[in-house]
C-alpha cells in the first residue's frame, strides 16, 4: 500500500520567514492533494497537482511536485500567523472511489 | 460551496456505549468517508461509501459500522465504545459522476472521548 512521509513533523518559525513542507511517497504518485488543518478543525483544501514538474501558487503558498512523482514540497514565503495549523498531503491510491492516503501531517507555529 | 456538517463537535461517551456520529452534505456527493485522526498517526480511513447502501471498509475499520440509506447523510456507529476510541473524527465527501478530481470536502470534525 502506498504510504506517504511528512518532513519535518512540526515546524516553529518567525513571522516573515520562509519555510518549506516535504511530502515523499513510496510509490508513484497519480496526484497530490496539499491541505491545511486548524487545530480542532476540518481540512480546507488548498491546491492538487498531477503532473511531474507541476508547480502551483496561491497567495503567499507554492506547492511542488518532482519529475519523478513522488515527491512534492509545499513552500511558504513571508509566513504569517495566519498560517499557523497543520499541512497534510494525500494522494489517491489506483482503486475507485477517490479514496485518498494521507500522510502524517506537519504542525506549523509561526510567532509573531 | 459545498457544505459537509457533522452532528456534535465534542462528545463524551462512557465505555460500552453505543455511539452514533453523523454527518450531512448538501452537494448530492456520490462518495463519503469517515476518517479518524490521531496525533503523529494522520488521517486513517475507517470507512467510504460509493453509493447509497454501498459501504467497503477503510484501513481501520474495526470496532465501527456504517449506515448509508440517503446519498446526503453517512453515519458512523460505534456498537462498544472503548477508550481506544477517544479520537477526532472527520467526515468528507467527494463528487463521482464527469470528475477526474479525488478532492474530498471535509466536515469540521466530532471531539470523541470515551470514559
Known amino acids: 500500500s502506498q504510504e506517504l512521509e511528512q518532513s519535518p513533523q512540526s515546524l516553529i518559525v518567525q513571522e516573515g520567514k520562509n519555510l518549506t513542507i516535504n511530502c515523499t511517497s513510496s510509490?508513484?504518485?497519480?496526484?497530490l492533494y496539499w491541505y491545511k488543518q486548524k487545530y480542532g478543525e476540518g481540512l480546507i483544501f488548498l491546491m492538487m497537482?498531477?503532473?511531474?514538474?507541476e508547480e502551483k501558487s496561491h497567495e503567499k503558498i507554492t506547492a511542488k511536485l518532482d519529475e519523478k512523482k513522488q515527491q512534492s514540497s509545499l513552500h511558504i514565503t513571508a509566513s504569517q500567523p495566519s498560517h499557523a495549523g497543520i499541512y497534510l498531503c494525500?494522494?489517491?491510491?489506483?482503486?475507485?472511489?477517490?479514496?485518498?492516503?494521507f500522510g502524517q501531517g506537519t504542525i506549523l507555529t509561526v510567532h509573531p | 460551496d459545498v457544505k459537509v456538517t457533522q452532528s456534535s463537535r465534542y462528545l463524551v461517551k462512557r465505555t460500552g456505549e453505543k455511539v452514533f456520529l453523523e454527518c450531512v452534505q448538501d452537494?448530492?456527493?456520490?462518495?463519503m468517508f469517515w476518517y479518524r485522526q490521531d496525533p503523529g498517526l494522520g488521517l486513517r480511513l475507517i470507512y467510504f461509501?460509493?453509493?447509497?447502501?454501498?459501504?467497503e471498509k477503510g484501513d481501520i475499520p474495526e470496532g465501527y459500522s456504517v449506515s448509508r440509506e440517503k446519498k446526503e447523510r453517512f453515519s458512523l456507529i460505534l456498537e462498544s465504545a472503548s477508550t481506544n476510541q477517544t479520537s477526532m473524527y472527520l467526515c468528507?465527501?467527494?463528487?463521482?459522476?464527469?470528475?477526474?478530481?479525488?478532492?474530498?470536502?471535509f466536515g469540521p470534525g466530532t471531539r470523541l472521548t470515551v470514559t
Open positions: 468528507a465527501s467527494r463528487l463521482l459522476a464527469g470528475d477526474n478530481s479525488y478532492e474530498q470536502y
Open positions: 510509490k508513484t504518485l497519480y496526484g
Open positions: 497537482l498531477q503532473k511531474g514538474g
Open positions: 494525500g494522494a489517491p491510491t489506483r482503486s475507485s472511489y477517490g479514496k485518498l492516503t
Open positions: 452537494m448530492d456527493h456520490e462518495n
Open positions: 461509501s460509493y453509493d447509497v447502501k454501498m459501504k
